[in-house]
């Protein structure tokens, strides 16, 4: 049998048909039905009766069979309930509007004793049965009583069916056995009702009074009149003694007699009612005039909130988080509907799909990057807060690498659902909405009519404004109109025509790709629940592979980063690294479909990629003369170059100004494309493309600061390449793919593990992709020597000489390019570690940085190269490199105004000459440098960077004591973090707080118990224990505040984490301020701790207080803006012995805080012609040296 041919469902013989033909054999004349159909049809128990069990022809084992007795009458009792019990186990969830609305009914029936009803209506699945569990408890628990009731649609059809029955659960004869029930009728009703009267309830009751003769003479309209009439008798003397309360759910089902008889009885009775409605249903005309009533109020159930149906999915599933990809799973099926967030995480449950793993578990570094799942989860923050019980057990869970959720088809229920809503549909709307589900929950006109070729625009309009006021479908931007700018243009140059164009112009190879370049494009998604994955799954196989096919051709060329990046790879130079890869492998399908444009896609491909720095780099609205003359003007001072920036940040006019770039839609094209693109690739089976794409995803997700869904992507690069054989010489992938893409995937990896604070994988996987590109690092000291040794002496003779052929110098710079990134993770790789083997290998990273950008023609790459360089010399102590690096960084910026790249690069150099002021103690400039920078990372949004410049703008800020201003930006840094999921981020947020609660005079941004419960929930994180600088601080300043407080004991836990990781902290402005802490805490116990606590005698904890003094003068030398604070600290120490300690240093009231607030202890010299002072270096060395002679002649 065939069903619709337009909604391409099937039915065919199976054993399901089998069964229903054996089942009207061995029950005939019954309804009756399987134990699956009893349980999916959701409906009460007492509408089915278990039958007894029959052999069946050809059936071994039928399960229990039930008879659906529907609506008998000798069942009419026995409804005294609800659909949904209440959860004891969790609250409800995001429905305190609808809970206050009842709270007000209560009221107002108290206190003025009159009716209220409160109906509350939402579509099916909207939690409206779950919403009267919990008034139901509510109420019961205040002392009132409650008449639950659920009707179904068979009960509109009998007259005064629903009081009926609300008067049966009344006198509470629904549930009793049927001799007792006139008994128990004649008790309820004696001394209200006058006893002749009682036989009126004989056919609405079930009892058997005798017919009395005043009854006997009664019409039929009187009858009900006075049955009426005796239930208000009854039901006012009920209320007079106990407040009263009908619950009935799905009240669009009571008939029209009761809908009448609830009306008369709310205006005469004190007594609440409480409804649910569904939306869609049609209600009577009684049932209207009720609604209408004033005592009635309708109140619509809203969708759940994002946050609140992840909470509920957690709860679901027994976890406190959930991963990214199943968050979004969730959320674009669910649309805020509770029943369906339900029946998804049960499906997922039933088809083993997930993951989960012990969250207390303490987390160590893995070897393998296939066992990273985990670890990728707890690097984020956790969707719903841990259960404070020591006791109980808590897990994350997580997704099977080799599952791909947008392929989980929907469990049964949902997907009878879905198809209703399509079938409610015309042919052409489920043509175009069947057609969209195929290209993603969001897909933009233009690849729509790709796939409706035969449908005019005009035709693909109207449909789509029908579907959109039907709330079907609905535009991404809130105004409902275009954006303003181009999101996806194939073009790394721009768009707008010049003036002046000239006939040669029409065959250019640019003219010709403005003309292919898409037109504005308007964006859409779905609004309805499971609608998207109905109508994918409607298709039948060979037509969803043919369509996906077509997105993926269409999607192809818009698979770049945005107009205002200037287009080309994410991953730079990607496609020409790669083309001869791609030219033999087995890919016909997608990468040669449409051989007649394949000279036009070539053409498109040269735009996309940036052939050259001086070809691409597109100056906004100056003459070329002008240009030129200002590129000629190199920066080669300090003064210079933030004169420039100066003159660029004032500037009004927008067609000069420097931040008038165009906005970075790299975003969306994450989104509308890349991902997308990914999924038609792995739906037509085109693994080496999607691979492809996977690594412009995660490359993408990285540049956006997502480092779980860069860890996403290459997981799914991963499941692709298949798993890793334990011999390099046995290893085969089972997607094609050349040297050049593996060194990437690696890099990738070490990146993303990197973040994770996966420090020993991360190494492992940067040399592995360093190896790929022709380019070694030693694991030895003596490998080291070596190499060093050869970079000074050789590797500047053997600098190629660039190839005239441009495709091999793109490939030269693709690879350029991810050796730079490979030497860049393992310099900052071997910089977290302050041992001296550590940094011998990252001063190689860094030598071996410095060569290879040498070769880079990029002036924004170079910039940003030498900033780092200049950072890292900071690190590690060296002054002479640290200031030379960062002059360079400078002279090479005469480029960087007129390109994203390069305003990102000029930010970057903004934050590492706030960073210098800072650390040289020129705190005003710093604060003036923090601000520009942040504007300009404001307007690029990266917020990696843009956090890392508020962190120095606090620290300047707090060390000139405008504690106003620190939490200024501690809420701007707040509102940063807040937004995502970054532990580390939050980290340096909550050190900084902890720092306004010991010295801010009062200001507080966070109180101390927040920050301390971030600490103690990922105090074993991985990423954090990677960090040792940050940890250091926060240790010293949460053992200070406990010692503030007397608890030494929480003080001596602090401290001793502090002490193991002072040893592991470098000369950077953080690792500085951390040490700073720990010293003080080292006073704090010589003047402070009781004896019986000590762990050494006094001698030795202030001769260890002073080789700590004498460590800190040795290894922050690039920090003198704290070098007077602790020279303060230290002669109080080689001054008094503990007894006069005790008496002059009383933390936070005495001789801390003189020294902090009242001492000048910094020497501002905020000229603007001496912000370096190179001199002031040679002054501190002399003074560091007489203090380490007087540190030793103590000890002595």
């Known amino acids: 049998m065939v069903g619709a041919v337009s909604r391409h469902e099937y039915t065919v013989i199976g054993p399901k048909v089998s069964l229903v033909a054996r089942m009207i054999t061995a029950y005939p004349g019954l309804v009756s039905c399987d134990e699956v159909t009893y349980l999916r049809s959701m409906l009460p128990a007492y509408n089915f009766k278990k039958l007894p069990e029959k052999m069946m022809k050809n059936i071994s084992n039928p399960g229990k069979m039930y008879e659906y007795v529907g609506h008998r009458r000798c069942i009419m009792f026995g409804k005294r309930h609800l659909a949904t019990e209440r959860n004891k186990n969790h609250s409800l969830l995001d429905r305190e509007k609808e809970l206050e609305a009842f709270r007000m009914a209560q009221q107002e029936c108290l206190h003025q004793k009159k009716g209220q009803a409160v109906l509350y209506e939402g579509g099916k699945g909207s939690g409206k049965s779950q919403l009267l569990a919990e008034i139901n408890f509510l109420a019961q628990k205040e002392g009132h009583r409650v008449l639950p009731l659920k009707l179904k649609k068979a009960d509109s059809k009998q007259c005064f069916y629903a009081v009926q029955t609300l008067m049966a659960i009344f006198f509470e004869i629904d549930t009793c056995p049927a001799h007792y029930r006139q008994e128990r009728l004649h008790r309820q009703l004696s001394g209200i009702v006058e006893e002749p009267l009682h036989c009126l309830f004989n056919d609405l009751l079930f009892v058997k009074f005798p017919l009395s003769f005043k009854v006997s003479r009664m019409d039929d309209l009187a009858r009900q009149q006075k049955i009426k009439a005796c239930f208000f008798e009854v039901l006012e003397k009920a209320v007079r003694e106990t407040p009263l309360i009908f619950l009935i759910d799905e009240a669009q089902y009571i008939d029209a007699a009761s809908w009448e008889f609830l009306g008369t009885l709310l205006s005469g009775v004190p007594i609440i009612m409480v409804m649910t409605l569904t939306t869609t249903s049609t209600l009577c005309g009684q049932a209207q005039h009720f609604l209408q009533s004033p005592p009635a109020v309708l109140v619509p159930i809203s969708k759940l909130a994002a946050t609140s149906l992840l909470r509920m999915a957690c709860w679901e599933l027994g976890v406190v988080s959930i991963p990214q990809e199943l968050q979004t799973y969730l959320l674009r099926r669910c649309f805020g509907n509770p029943l369906y967030c339900e029946v998804l995480c049960q499906d997922l449950l039933s088809k083993n799909v997930l993951c989960f793993h012990d969250l207390q578990k303490e987390e160590v570094e893995n070897s393998k990057w296939e066992t990273l799942s985990a670890n990728a989860m707890k690097s984020t923050m956790y969707s719903i807060s841990p259960a404070s019980s020591e006791d109980q057990e808590l897990y994350v869970c997580t997704v099977k690498d080799d599952v791909n959720l947008d392929t989980v088809l929907l469990p049964p229920l949902l997907k009878e659902i879905a198809v209703n809503q399509i079938d409610q549909l015309s042919p052409e709307e489920q043509s175009l909405v069947k057609c969209a589900a195929v290209i993603g929950h969001f897909f933009h006109i233009d690849l729509l009519q790709h796939l409706l070729p035969g449908w005019s625009k005009n035709k693909l309009l109207e449909v789509l404004k029908d579907l959109v006021d039907m709330h079907v479908l609905r535009w991404c931007n809130k105004g409902q109109e275009l954006p303003a700018e181009p999101i996806l243009v194939p073009s790394s140059v721009e768009t707008e025509h010049t003036k002046e164009t000239t006939k040669s112009d029409a065959d250019s190879p640019l003219k010709l790709q403005e003309e292919l370049s898409l037109p504005q494009m308007e964006v859409l998604e779905f609004g309805v629940p499971l609608l998207r994955e109905g109508a994918w799954e409607l298709w039948p196989k060979a037509q969803q592979t043919a369509l996906h096919l077509e997105c993926a051709c269409f999607l192809r060329d818009l698979a770049c980063r945005c107009g205002s990046c200037h287009g080309g790879d994410f991953v730079p130079f990607h496609r020409f690294a790669i083309c001869s890869t791609k030219s033999s492998s087995r890919t016909s399908r997608f990468c040669s479909y449409k051989d007649t444009g394949s000279i036009l896609t070539q053409m498109i491909t040269d735009r996309l990629q940036l052939p050259s720095p001086q070809d691409t780099f597109q100056f906004q609205t100056e003459s070329s003369r002008s240009q030129e003359a200002f590129t000629r003007e190199y920066c080669r001072t300090e003064e210079e170059f933030l004169d420039k920036v100066n003159r660029k940040l004032a500037q009004t006019n927008p067609k000069k100004g420097m931040l008038t770039t165009k906005p970075c839609h790299c975003r969306e094209v994450l989104k509308l494309v890349l991902s997308p693109l990914t999924q038609h690739c792995l739906v037509i089976g085109e693994t080496t493309c999607a691979f492809y794409y996977l690594l412009e995803s995660a490359t993408a997700s990285l540049d956006l600061s997502d480092n779980y869904m860069a860890f996403f992507y290459l997981r799914k690069a991963s499941s692709l390449l298949g798993q890793p054989s334990t011999f390099s010489f046995f290893k085969k992938h089972k997607v094609k793919i050349c040297q050049f893409e593996e060194a990437t995937f690696c890099r990738l990896q070490s990146e993303v593990c990197f973040n994770m604070g996966q420090i020993t994988l991360a190494k492992k996987l940067a040399r592995r992709a360093l190896r790929l590109l022709k380019r070694s690092f030693p694991w030895t000291w003596l490998g080291v020597i070596f190499q060093t040794f050869l970079e000074k002496c050789w590797y500047s003779c053997s600098l190629s000489q660039p190839r ?359 020497e501002e010299n905020n000229s603007f012609e001496q912000n370096l002072e190179i001199q002031r270096f040679v002054r501190e060395a002399d003074v560091n040296k007489k203090d380490k002679e007087e540190i030793q002649e103590c000890i002595c």
């Open 804 to 1162: 005239n052929n441009p495709s091999e110098k793109k490939k030269k710079l693709a690879v350029l390019q991810q050796q730079m990134h490979c030497l860049s993770l393992l310099r900052q790789l071997y910089s977290l570690e302050a041992t001296a083997s550590s940094r011998r290998f990252a001063c190689l990273a860094t030598l071996m940085q410095k060569n290879s950008v040498k070769e880079f023609p990029g002036e924004a790459q170079v910039v940003s190269t030498y900033v780092a360089l200049s950072q890292f010399s900071q690190n590690v102590g060296d002054k002479e490199k640290w200031l030379y690096h960062e002059q360079l960084a400078i002279q090479k910026s005469s480029l960087c105004w007129f390109s994203r790249e390069g305003l990102l690069a000029t930010a970057q150099l903004m934050q590492a000459l706030a960073y210098t002021k800072l650390c040289l103690g020129h705190l005003d400039f710093s604060i003036k440098l923090g601000f520009q920078a942040h504007e300009i990372c404001r307007h690029l949004k990266k917020p990696a960077l843009e956090n890392l410049v508020l962190s120095v703008l606090f620290r300047s800020a707090f060390l000139k004591k405008k504690f106003d201003l620190c939490v200024h930006v501690l809420e701007s840094q707040w509102v940063l973090i807040s937004q995502s999921h970054d532990v580390l981020g939050r980290a340096f947020f909550y050190s900084a707080c902890l720092d306004l609660l010991l010295y801010g005079k009062g200001w507080l941004c966070r109180p101390f118990g927040e920050c301390l419960h971030f600490i103690q929930r990922y105090e074993h994180s991985c990423i954090l224990n990677s960090q040792s600088s940050v940890m250091l601080g926060v240790h010293s300043s949460l053992a200070m505040w406990f010692a503030q407080d007397l608890q030494w004991n929480q003080f001596q836990y602090h401290f001793s984490k502090a002490r193991q990781l002072v040893k592991r902290t470098n000369a950077s402005l953080f690792g500085s301020h951390g040490f700073v802490r720990f010293l003080e805490c080292q006073v704090l116990i010589l003047q402070k701790m009781p004896e019986e606590i000590f762990l050494q005698t006094l001698a030795e904890t202030r001769h260890q207080t002073l080789t700590y003094f004498k460590e800190f003068f040795s290894r922050c030398v690039t920090c003198p803006v704290y070098h007077q604070w602790v020279s303060e600290l230290k002669a109080f120490v080689m001054r008094n012995g503990k007894m006069s300690l005790t008496s002059i240093i009383r933390p936070f009231d005495t001789c801390l805080t003189r020294i902090w607030i009242e001492g000048e202890f910094l």
